[in-house]
């Protein structure tokens, strides 16, 4: 598991731990972050412009919800089986 996985794993396990429900996250859309998203379990909520450095660029919003019975962020066990 490399690193990107092994930080998204802890942000979602800390995020449960504090009895989050759900993550929402906003990357760039023509990043290599967009398919690791989606890779890591994320749906693609929605997309919008944003202005950086004076340049318009598309940025995408990924989320995870409360899909498991144990009442856990998808997202963990998704990044542990990547």
């Known amino acids: 598991m490399g690193i990107g996985k092994h ?3 802890a942000v979602a396990n800390r995020l449960v731990d504090g009895g989050a429900k759900s993550a929402f996250l906003w990357c760039l ?3 290599l972050a ?3 998203y989606e890779m890591a379990g ?3 909520v929605r997309t919008k412009q944003e202005s950086m450095g004076g340049t318009d660029v ?3 919003g990924y989320g ?3 899909r498991t019975a144990g009442g856990e962020l998808e ?3 998704a990044c542990a089986s990547l």
């Open 29 to 31: 859309a023509e990043g």
């Open 7 to 9: 930080l998204l794993r």
């Open 64 to 66: 995870w919800t409360d």
């Open 34 to 36: 967009a398919p690791f």
């Open 58 to 60: 598309e940025v995408v």
């Open 75 to 77: 997202s963990p066990g």
């Open 42 to 44: 994320g749906t693609k």
